[in-house]
């Protein structure tokens, strides 16, 4: 018999390549500054399940696309898909891909999108502080000044969109955050951790593969600092 779970996991299956230092992604900007440190120190596999979600987002992003170019839809008109955004700094480069731009026919208003799926669209009450600070870095890079988050819920295609104005100051703040990431990766030094601390990214803790490697740090750089 043929175990489709299993040609699904060969098919996903990539080689885990390391990153390089001095090279940043938006989609991981907004996340805990600490785990994205172990990343490039400590590279490990993407499990299964989660090549899976990839993937289910993918064929989503591919699908919101299709909408958006599709002569059905007569009021919105897509001038790009994985559009590509690079920005580079003194010491480092920033390069990301934003997923469409969409054109606002009646207003002649240029959007950019970001499509996100999620297994509970019930349960999206507001942009994702970390979705939102990707899509903030893009308007910054790109020059449109308006955003949109999309959250496409995997079981039935029910979507939640928020509209994302932007905002300069949060712009600056996500540029301080690459600055902040590139300083502790050149200098060897891991960031605190975020996670831990900041009560809206508390429960990144619990998805993070680097948490029992986080924890162990902890206690040992608590105890070089009470001796």
């Known amino acids: 018999m043929v175990d489709f779970d299993e040609l699904i996991d060969q098919y996903l299956m990539k080689e885990t390549k ?7 992604y938006p989609s991981e900007v907004g996340k805990c500054l600490r785990k994205i440190w172990y990343s490039y120190k400590y590279p490990m596999e993407v499990k299964p399940e989660l090549r899976k979600i990839f993937k ?13 170019s599709s002569e059905k839809t007569p009021g919105v008109e897509l001038l790009g898909v994985e559009v590509p955004v690079k920005m580079e700094m003194k010491d480092f480069v920033v390069s990301g891909r934003v997923d469409d731009l969409m054109l606002i026919k009646e207003s002649g208003k240029e959007i950019l999108v970001e499509v996100k799926s999620t297994k509970d669209v019930d349960r999206v009450k507001k942009p994702g502080e970390h979705h939102e600070a990707q899509i903030q870095f893009y308007m910054y890079a790109k020059g449109i000044h308006d955003g949109m988050l999309v ?4 079981r039935d295609l029910r ?13 600056k703040e996500v540029m301080e955050r690459f600055k902040k990431l590139h300083h502790h990766l050149t200098n060897d030094t891991p960031p605190e951790p975020e996670a831990k601390k900041v009560l809206w990214m508390n429960w990144m803790c619990k998805y993070c593969e680097y948490a029992d490697r986080c924890e162990r740090d902890l206690n040992d750089e608590c105890q070089i600092n009470t001796t």
């Open 159 to 171: 979507t939640k969109s928020f509209p994302i104005p932007y905002d300069e100051e949060k712009a």
């Open 56 to 68: 289910m987002g993918e064929i989503l992003h591919d699908f919101i696309a299709e909408v958006l």
């Open 151 to 154: 959250y496409v819920d995997r």
């Open 18 to 24: 390391g990153k390089k230092i001095g090279i940043y």
